[in-house]
């Protein structure tokens, strides 16, 4: 099935609608639950949303050639919840842009890569996006049940239709000014 540019830019800003969403029910926690290892694959709501920048920022050095990141999927790049929100808000803001620089003639070239333990591989762009795009909607409805079990409560909608909607996401930067956490 032929894919367009315009649902891989589609994704990215579901994506930062679905990150701002998640980020500010995780703003809300108290520390002792936001760190709570409660069994989920990288142990707690911070392993969780660490690993997704971690790995949104291996692929996009892997895109563009361009970044930083760790081969270790389950580092801890920022212990401090408000450093980790901003470079999350960064990242998405990257991904849009990479993503925005793509066209559809892009979209089906061969992209090579090589994969943290060095080895050399190729795919079609594409697919390497829809795996980014795929992967983060994972692990953020892995942190989506975190706040579950840790709210008891239901957590603010992550849906794909919700954004499509319009449904409306936080402004990350001006929920940490007023809450002091800058």
Known sequence: MPRTINQFRQ?????RWATARLYAAALDLSNQGYRLHIGVFFGSL?????????TDRLWLRRLTG??????????ILYED??????ARIAEDNRLIAVVDN?????????????????????QVLSDILLYLFNHQ???RGQAH?????????EPPSLDLLAF???????????????????
């Open 102 to 122: 793509y066209d559809d003639a892009a979209l089906a070239n061969l992209h090579s890569y090589k994969t943290t333990s060095g080895m050399a591989q190729s």
């Open 81 to 86: 919840r408000a450093e980790l929100t901003r």
């Open 66 to 75: 361009e970044g930083e990141h760790s081969n270790r999927l389950d580092a």
């Open 46 to 54: 911070h392993g969780t949303l660490n690993h997704l920048l971690l």
């Open 164 to 182: 499509q909607r319009g449904g409306t996401a936080p402004n990350l930067e001006t929920l940490m000014s007023h809450n002091g956490k800058r």
């Open 137 to 139: 909607t994972h692990h």
């Open 145 to 153: 049940a975190c706040l579950s079990i840790l709210t008891g409560g």
């Open 11 to 15: 994704l990215a800003a579901y994506n």
